[in-house]
């Protein structure tokens, strides 16, 4: 039984274990479950899940001939183990025939259960993802739709048209149906189009083109054309703006610097925060994300105050990035928490730099929300060497007070590694952020033989 199952119950007629088998490959994970013998099955597992055990035990007593076995499904019942833990167990039952015993051949589903929790959270975070590309392809078309200037996307090469706002098709003149599939080239009049086909070139080979005037094919007027190339997975496309061109000058091209959009545009749509502070860590200047990520009041401002009111598990972290960057210049990728007004944390992960040139010296951060990341695979390398079933084994060698010193110990030595490598070794930050003395760290540091984790700070 133990090599065919990874769980067998021996019944009597009265559902009382008698007998228990393990797997090889559990003895020693499940070993607390021998205790169940001379309980009753329906004892052993949760509140919710006795129904499916008395479904089971009935079913084997209604018959126990070849004919009944297709009315004895596998059914999953869940075990409560110590600590808090669930056993999920896929049961088949076989009767014995002998004094109304009965065979209850166990398969572990943990394996399983967890594959299934990591589907339920990948479903959801691509659930997420989805609702949040909803959103924004709503926005898009909405600013694509509201701006007044005439935007049309084409394919790169052929030059169809598949995209247009409405304002392109009141400029052309023409319904949307008969615009959608059709080469730009016939929109324009005859004497532009061989020009036009030049700036097209150009923006292919240099990302955008010169402006250029052009005439519409069904009409007189004059209108400013400028085209840039984007790209979209292996999809190259030309957007392509047409406005008046009243203030153009024919034949000379157009200054276009004023319409380049400014660094500090971009970095206010970013979606991750940025932030700039003084030396000091006192904010100067953030963008939009930063107050949806604090999830501030309307109004309310950030700026004038300390970056540490919000940001860091302590007011240790700012300390240490601040130090760090001082020191080097640049750092990459900090975790560390940021509380939103409401005092919710939140993960997130930091890549900063210090800029000491220039009228004002200051400090930027770029800071990412990763609270949405799922787990990743694999046991960490600094986990307790000893289970919980290992250190209750210990229960009668050891006495308590040396079981519990044990314990006490590997988790001060993995807090004081942890609070090391969050501060990048500096040993007062640590310190600090452990709630203890400079001097009662170092005892301990040399009492566990930790050695430096990396250039050594705050001495």
């Known amino acids: 039984m133990s090599a065919a199952a990874d769980l067998a119950l021996v019944l009597d007629s009265q559902g009382v274990i008698r007998d228990i088998s393990l797997g090889t490959s559990h003895t020693k994970e499940l070993g607390e479950l021998r205790q169940w013998v001379g309980r ?25 001939g070849p004919e009944n076995q297709g009315q004895r499904p596998e059914r999953q019942v869940n075990h ?37 929790q990591r589907l339920v959270d990948a479903q959801q975070s691509m659930e997420r993802d989805y609702l949040r590309l909803r959103h924004t392809e709503a926005r898009y078309r909405l600013l694509f739709e509201a701006v007044d200037e005439a ?34 080239a016939e929109l324009l009049a005859v004497e532009s189009q061989a020009e036009s086909y030049a700036k097209f070139s150009q923006a292919r080979s240099a990302g955008r083109s010169e402006d250029m005037l052009v005439r519409l094919a069904n009409g007189s007027t004059e209108l400013k054309l400028a085209a840039t190339v984007f790209k979209q997975d292996s ?11 009243n203030a153009a000058i024919p034949g000379q091209p157009l200054n276009r610097a004023a319409e380049v959009p400014s660094l500090l545009n971009v970095v206010n749509a970013m979606p991750d925060a940025f932030v700039l502070t003084d030396m000091q860590g006192r904010i100067l200047s953030a963008n939009q994300a930063f107050s949806d990520m604090l999830q501030l009041a309307v109004g309310e401002s950030v700026q004038g105050q300390s970056l540490d009111r919000w940001l860091g598990r302590s007011s240790v972290d700012l300390n240490v990035l601040i130090g760090n960057l001082r020191q080097h210049g640049v750092l990459r990728l900090f975790p560390t928490t940021l509380r939103s007004g409401y005092g919710e944390p939140g993960a997130v992960e930091i890549s900063a730099v210090a800029v000491p040139d220039g009228p004002q010296a200051c400090l930027g951060f770029s800071i990412r929300d990763v609270a949405r990341r799922l787990p990743a695979e694999g046991r960490s390398n600094r986990q307790l060497p000893r289970s919980a079933e290992q250190l209750t084994g210990l229960v009668g060698r050891l006495p308590l007070k040396d079981i519990v010193g044990e314990t006490t110990d590997l988790i001060e030595r993995l807090c004081i590694e942890a609070a090391l490598e969050l501060t990048r070794d500096n040993r007062a930050s640590a310190a600090e952020m452990l709630g203890l003395s400079r001097q009662s760290l170092y005892v301990k540091l040399r009492r566990y033989g930790i050695q430096d984790m990396g250039p050594a700070g705050g001495d």
């Open 40 to 64: 009753r099955w329906v004892e052993t597992v949760t509140i919710e899940n006795r129904g499916k055990v008395n479904s089971m035990l009935a079913a084997a007593a209604g018959g126990a």
């Open 80 to 116: 409560p183990l110590a600590g808090g833990l669930e056993l999920p167990v896929s049961y088949s039952i076989v009767p014995m025939g002998v004094q109304g015993r009965v065979l209850a051949l166990g398969r572990d589903l943990r394996e399983v259960a967890a594959v299934q």
């Open 151 to 184: 935007v049309l996307v084409l394919d790169a090469t052929s030059l169809i048209v598949f995209e247009h706002n409405a304002a392109a098709a009141r400029v052309l003149g023409d319904s949307a149906k008969r615009i959608v599939g059709r080469s730009f």
């Open 235 to 245: 999809t190259t496309s030309l957007l392509v703006r047409l406005s008046p061109a």
